[in-house]
């Protein structure tokens, strides 16, 4: 009899739990919500991020704090999210960059500890040349790459990031083998290549627009799956037989373990805020697509093929020891 008792005890503080746990995921939003970014104010990270919030306050009903946590392209910040409850009330901007810190160790998360809320930014990568400079098409550089190993300079902002990891992406399918020049940011890159120091300056199209408006750069690949609609003479990596996409982007995530109910109302919400006009113009006016927009679940594998494509480049570029 005592044994019964205690079953029914335990039962019914599992169902009552239970009925707690439904009630909160009910009423949620019902406090605030804490959002990081790992990147400094002004960078397209932290505009992406305001731009998003902005209607998404309304639609979600609730405060919602956007602050930034810098450190280990974005380890700290992970390192922050798996440590707070599994409850919708803290989300982080995730990045490429982030993906890679993942794959080096850098941050206690892993991928699987993230639930992809949406994504939000596609902006291809580009190879761009001076209009003055010795290259006129990308046949034309992959060729002089391959009777001239370490001859063709390749400009990228910071090492074991995205222009780096795309450089080595499209040199292993074209095969050739390149030099690599850092720099801090796109801005750099772009005095570099106009001044003659590099043959080749990775860069997004919100990044040289006004420089290939003024016919002083030019886009000669973009390493995407379809030609980009305001760049319809410059040819896919993918159309010329090399088997390349590669893209800065900037989604959102949970932590893994969040109850469904408020992952759909986050996945949900978001998906209204990137429908909006604002939003929409935010796209327009950094010559991005409407195919930067992915749902949940569809970021949720894009997050996790491109950790895979980061954690196998870097690897073979020495940056992750196995």
Known sequence: MKRLVVGCLVLAAAAGMLFQNAAAEDKYPS????????????????????????PLRKILGANLIISTMSGGSGARMLNYLIEQPADGYTIVTTTDSNFGAIAQGKTKAKIEDLVGIA???????????????????????????????????????????????TVHEFSKAAGFDPEIVPFTGGGEIIVALMGGTIDVGVLNPSEFLGQYEAKNILPVVFPVEKRLSDFPDV????????????????????????????????????????????????????????????????????????????????????????
């Open 119 to 165: 994504r939000g930014c596609y902006d291809p990568q580009s190879f761009c040349v001076s209009a003055k400079g010795k290259f006129k098409t990308i046949q034309e550089l992959v060729e002089f790459g391959k009777a001239n190993p370490k001859k063709v300079k390749f400009g990228v902002a910071h090492m074991a990031g995205i222009d780096h990891v």
């Open 31 to 54: 406090k605030q919500i804490n959002w990081y970014i790992h990147s400094s104010a002004g960078g397209g990270t932290d505009i992406f991020s305001r731009t998003v919030a902005m």
């Open 235 to 322: 040819p896919t990596a993918k159309e010329l037989g090399w088997d390349v996409e590669m893209a800065t982007t900037r989604g959102v995530a949970a932590r893994a373990g969040t109850p469904e109910p408020i992952v759909k109302k986050l996945r949900d919400s978001f998906a209204k805020a990137m429908d909006t006009k604002i939003y929409r113009n935010y796209l327009r006016d950094n010559a991005m697509g409407p195919e930067s927009i992915q749902d949940g679940p569809t970021y949720e594998t894009f997050m996790r093929k491109n950790y895979q494509v980061f954690d196998r480049a870097l690897t073979e570029l020495g940056y992750i020891k196995k």
